[in-house]
T-cell receptor, first 114, second 117 residues
Framework: KAGVTQTPRYLIKTRGQQVTLSCSPI?????VSWYQQTPGQGLQFLFE???????NKGNFPGRFSGRQFSNSRSEMNVSTLELGDSALYLC?????????????FGQGTRLTVV | SQQGEEDPQALSIQEGENATMNCSYK?????LQWYRQNSGRGLVHLIL?????REKHSGRLRVTLDTSKKSSSLLITASRAADTASYFC?????????????????FGQGTILTVHP
């Protein structure tokens, strides 16, 4: 069974640009969550999607958005990039995203904003 | 702010020794999960313990949960150099802790474990 796939693995963007990251969950999993990891703030929850609907959202500005497609694949978009957006972005998939189900993470996308 | 705090921040041991990492959290939870991360890569799920469980084993891993003290510990027995990584605890808040908990894991800052051959 294939794991969670994130593309691209590495990305370099310039301040002010926008970026789209992609996440393909484990087959059969319907919940996809996104996290940002930085040395200063650690792992922070961005949002969660289930059946194409955002069910939960963290405390990030509106520049961070996401969506989920009917095949459960998810994309995350960051507009008007800032230097502080440089981070490892991780997505996690789980069967239902409900309590007591494990979350499985992808390898992440390393975004560098210059 | 982070829900969980981990202790110690860094741990250095010799191969064959046991490693114990602790995690404390602040609000009531549905479950607590432990993850391993190698050098800025993805997180590997290790074990999930539900709020009504007190202890769980998986191979060389033993996790305990004390909901009265809001704390958990991860014990790795007979450690190997390959266990060198960062270890994170993550909690899924119970619904009565405020708001929906769907998919939202709250992570501690992690413990960096170094196992010397």
């Amino acid at each position: 069974k294939a794991g969670v796939t994130q593309t691209p693995r590495y990305l370099i963007k310039t301040r002010g640009q926008q970026v789209t990251l992609s996440c393909s969950p484990i087959s059969g999993h319907r919940s996809v969550s996104w996290y940002q990891q930085t040395p200063g703030q650690g792992l922070q929850f961005l949002f969660e999607y289930f059946s194409e609907t955002q069910r939960n959202k963290g405390n990030f500005p509106g520049r961070f958005s996401g969506r989920q497609f009917s095949n459960s694949r998810s994309e995350m978009n960051v507009s008007t990039l800032e230097l502080g957006d440089s981070a490892l972005y991780l997505c996690a998939s789980s069967l239902l995203g409900s309590p007591n189900t494990e979350a499985f993470f992808g390898q992440g996308t390393r975004l560098t904003v210059v | 702010s982070q829900q969980g705090e981990e202790d110690p921040q860094a741990l250095s041991i010799q191969e064959g020794e046991n490693a114990t990492m602790n995690c404390s959290y602040k609000t009531s939870i549905n479950n607590l999960q432990w993850y391993r991360q190698n050098s800025g890569r993805g997180l590997v799920h290790l074990i999930l313990i539900r709020s009504n469980e007190r202890e769980k084993h998986s191979g060389r891993l033993r996790v305990t949960l004390d909901t009265s003290k809001k704390s958990s510990s991860l014990l790795i027995t007979a450690s190997r150099a390959a266990d060198t990584a960062s270890y994170f605890c993550a909690t899924l808040l119970s619904s009565n802790a405020g708001g929906t908990s769907y998919g939202k894991l709250t992570f501690g800052q992690g413990t960096i474990l170094t196992v010397h051959p």
